[in-house]
Each structure stands twice: as C-alpha cells, then as structure tokens.
C-alpha cells in the first residue's frame, strides 16, 4: 500500500504558495498521507512557485500537491507548469487541492492538474487517487 | 519501463552536476535497487572532497533553523552547500512527514544550496540508511559543504560522529543540569558544542555546565582542536559568526592534521561495517518469514529460550538465502 514500483513509499511534497495563511487543510492531509505510508515533505507557508518547484526537484517527489484557499489558484498553477517545464521536470504529477469554484477546478485540469481534490474529498479517497496516479504513470 | 533512465547513464549527469540526476539517483540509492549500485560504486570513487558536516541534538533544539542560519552564511564565500536532513518514519505505517525545509525557507531557491529530506525507514542512530549515498552523490556533484542533519536524538544516538568529519553537537537552554552534561553518549561526541535560543535567559546555565563539562574531561580535546562551546540566536544572529569560524577551523584539521587522517579513517572503517550490517539484515529480513511465526509461538509458550530461537532463526535464514543467491552471486 502506498508505495511505487521500487517498493518504496511515495514521495509527496504538499505546498502553500504565496499569501494564504490556512494550513489546517494541507497539514490533515500530511496526517493521512503518512498514516498510509508515505513519505510528506511539507514547505510550509508563503512559498514562492519558484521555492516550491525547486523543492519538488530536489526531493524528487512522484506528487506535487498545491493547496490553495485564497483564490489565487489561476495564477499560480500556469507559473508552476511553466517552471516544471523549464527544469525538465514535467514527469512531476501535479494534484490541486483547496476550495474553489467549479470553472476553475476545470480549467486547472485542463493546465495539466492531474487531479482536483476539493474539501469535501474523504480522506480515503485522497490516497487511493494518489496512488492510482502514481501507479499510471509507473516506474522512472 | 520506457522513462526509466538507468542509474549508470545518471553518473555522468551528477558529476556535472545535474540538480534532476542527482536528485533521481539519491532515490534509487534510498531505493536500494540492485540496479544502483554499480552507479554508487562509481560516484564513491571519485569522493573525498566534500567536508561532512554532521548536525545533531534534541527535538526541537533548533537544528534546521541553525542550519538555514549557517549555510546563508557559508555561501557568502561561494561555497556550494548540500543538506541531507533526516526525520523519523513511522513505526506503524512507515510514512514519514518531513518537516526541515520549513525552517530552511531564506535558502530555498539559492542555487548553490541543494537540500534533500530523507526518512530514516527503521535505521536506528538518528541516520537513514542512504544518507551516507546522498552524501557521495552531492560529494560529486560539486557541494564543497554538505550538512547531515540528523533525526532529533535523545541520549546516545551517536553514529553522526563516525560518520562526519566535523560533529556539532546542538543544545537547547533548559533542559538538564550539570549531572546530564557529566552522562556518557550524545555530548561526547561534539566536535563544537552550540547552545541555541541563547536570546533566553536560562542559556547561561546550559553554557556553564558543558563548559564545565569539558574542563573535567578535557573531552575530544588535544594539541590539534579544542571543543568549543558556542551559544547561538537565530533571531539575533549572536554567535553565528563564532561558530562559521570554529566549522571553518575544524575542516583544516579533518584535512591537514593526523588527528583529522584517523577521523577519516573511522569514518571508512564505519561505512564498511554499516555497510555489511545492512547487506546481512536485508539478507535475513528476506529469509526468515517462514520460521518466525513458529518460533514465536514456541517462545511465547515457553517451549524455547529466546537465545536458542534466534541463533536457529539466523541459522535457517542464512543457510536457505545462502542456496537461493548462489546463482546471481557468482
């Protein structure tokens, strides 16, 4: 359970970007995540798009999870691709989470979010997806 | 398995020193493919330059915001800096959440910094078993510096020491009295001994009593280093400079002085046996399976002594792992 094609465990980094000082959300889901196993690498709040990517290169981590409860989702996320991309680090998946309307949540699918899980997402189904989408993409 | 770049291929990207090579190939090595090791075999011959800097003390004594603190400072002389920072796994689920880039925000996007967190995974000694891989890897890669912050510890986590050529032994005010400073394992092995938050009143106390700890013993003291005591504030920035300076001081005797030569040489002598220790637990971990229930059951009914069980536990294991490897060993 919860862990790659190497057996080890999934390596997720969960990020606050920019002037959203909520991180109960993002810290309950750092608890589940690790409670099935996997390894968290939490930024922190206030990060920078540019701190975050870095950080998930670095710590070479199979999700990229972004949680946002400020509304700035549409700005953010394009600038996040594009330094992925920069980097050559576009194998990162990367998951959206937070609250925000509908149109947006579809629009960032269609940016390349891989998943949009929204606050009212139970747990369970948060690991399963992650997992899902990690097993997907296969061994790197 | 079409994305899969294979380890060798990495080696020549770590050493020009490739951010995505060397983060890819410090989670194979974490991985522990059989795959990786020839890769490891060729990163480690051409290490030795890079001074290891180990980290160590309490939870919470400050650690990840001393270092954040301290490699700011460093890369003031261009310096490049790796940071291999360990934090516990779960015993129950084995998930881990990694917490030190929190306080390592003001060094974030430096691209001369590359910072790594690494859950230790059952590895006892406040180390994750890879870390001393990740350390080669960046050692290659070109960081002049790299920092192993290890899990916070309590009394006699010591393994640090033997694998670092410079031990700074973290303290935090309030904690124990002149008894704890007198106790054997963890302040043994300081190289530089820092107290932190010394914005606090109690730190006077915590200074004095290793002070005075080190004039009693004349601990890891001799002609060639002399174990300074340092209090330093993260938010003053108080004693940050003295303690540059003693870290600067201590890697010209890791790398020009006898004392620092035999240093060196347990530091080897420990990756060895670490080495095999670790080879000879996956081996047994492997094979023991079907054994343990049984021999679980005998103990708990008190058919067998716990001695005799595991000496046939390991007997069986071995022997059964002995026969079934033959093949890929030869």
Redesign the interface.
Known sequence: M?RNV????I?VLLAKVGLDGHDRGVKIV??T????????????L???P??VV??A????VDILGVSVLSGVQLTIFPKIFHLLKE???D?IIVVAGGVMPDEDAIALRKMGVREVLLQDTPPRAIVETLCRVVAER??? | ????IPSTKLVERVCAGD??A???L???A??G?AEVRSALAEIYRATGRAHVVGITGVPGSGKSTLVGKVVQRLRADGRKIGIVAVDP??P????????D???M?EI??DPGV????M?T?GAIGGMARAAMDAVDILDVAGYDTIIIETVGVGQDEVEIARASHTTIVVSAPGLGDEIQAIKAGMLEIADIHVVSKCDRSDAARTLTDLKSMLVLGALGSGDDWRVPVIGTSAISGEGLDELIDAITRHRRVAFETELGQRRRRSVAEFRLLKTAEALLAERFVKARSDRTAEYTEQLLARTGDPYALACALIDHSLKTEQGSTDDENT
């Open positions: 919860a190497m057996s080890q465990p390596r750092a608890r995540l690790r409670d099935n196993g996997m390894d968290v690498i939490y930024t922190g206030h990060r920078s540019e701190e870095t950080a290169i670095q710590e070479d980097n050559a680090a194998d296969g061994p790197r | 398995m079409a994305n899969y951010m995505r060397v983060s890819r410090i989670s194979r974490e991985a493919v796994s779960s129950y689920s084995g998930g881990a959440i990694l917490g880039r929190v306080r925000s974030g996007t590359f910072i790594r967190s859950a995974h």
